[in-house]
């Protein structure tokens, strides 16, 4: 906090090393910049800098004159996306209510085709000798 209140918006910057092909470092990281802001704005002294008054240094505040990077453009809130089984909730119990109130048709049906008799079995014998004859296994030995 100090390195910003003493250096300014340069702190926030990377330096040139003089006589070399070198860069220094910003003396205030990006990240801590960002903490120190966003708690000056829940604090609410984003726009000074509070100052000790004991020992004369600072321990607050954020001045807007050190805001040098863009910020990035506001993304509309979107509620989270969530699990699909979570989404599609409401159109499964649609459904689920729908196929529930075509139940006792269905079932009516069900116990209609049930109630109809299946027709015997034939004698086995019977059965064999008609389906040889139909179906040409015998001619084929």
Excluded: C, Y
């Excluded at 910003?4 to 702190?11: D, I, S, T, W």
């Excluded at 079932?107 to 389906?131: F, I, M, Q, S, Y």
């Amino acid at each position: 906090m100090n390195r910003l209140v003493r250096f300014g918006a340069e702190a926030l910057k990377p330096q040139r090393v003089a006589g070399a092909h070198k860069w220094q470092t910003p003396r205030v990281s990006r990240r801590k910049a960002n903490v120190l802001r966003k708690k000056a704005i829940r604090d609410g002294s984003f726009g000074s800098v509070v100052m000790d008054a004991d020992t004369g240094k600072a321990i607050g505040g954020w001045d807007p004159a050190w805001d040098i990077f863009e910020a990035p453009a506001p993304r509309p809130l979107r509620p989270p996306k969530l699990h699909k089984n979570q989404r599609d909730r409401a159109q499964r119990a649609e459904k689920i209510t729908a196929k529930l109130g075509e139940q006792e048709a269905r079932l009516k049906d069900l116990n209609r085709v049930k109630a109809v008799p299946k027709p015997k079995p034939e004698d086995g014998t019977l059965a064999l000798l008609r389906w040889l004859k139909t179906s040409g296994a015998a001619k084929k030995r």
